[in-house]
């Protein structure tokens, strides 16, 4: 397995990100309940608006069916997204919060 990251972008509709947010949640959870998904946040600060996931996959092409999975995206509310193959090197901080 290959672990990526996966960065979306989200344009400024906030009130239609908010009304599929449970689903949008719901599916990350189950994803890592199953241990595809390791990781998944938006991002706090003043940037653009977005998030970062961070998923174990055998291929690029699962990365793209997870992320087309995704109720946000099924909404168009991810109007771009990134993939990044990432050789993560994981600290003993970093495992304990993610637990």
Do not use: K
């Amino acid at each position: 397995m290959t672990t990526f990251t996966i960065e979306y972008a989200y344009d400024d509709r906030s009130d239609e990100r908010d009304q599929h947010r449970p689903a949008h949640r719901a599916y990350l959870a189950a994803l890592a309940d199953e241990g595809t998904m390791l990781a998944y946040g938006r991002y706090d600060d003043d940037g653009a608006p977005g998030a970062l996931l961070v998923c174990e996959a055998a291929s690029l092409e699962e990365v793209e069916a997870i992320i087309e999975g995704d109720p946000f995206v099924r909404a168009g509310l991810v109007p771009e997204h990134r993939i990044r193959v990432w050789p993560a090197l994981f600290g003993t901080g970093l495992a304990a919060r993610l637990t």
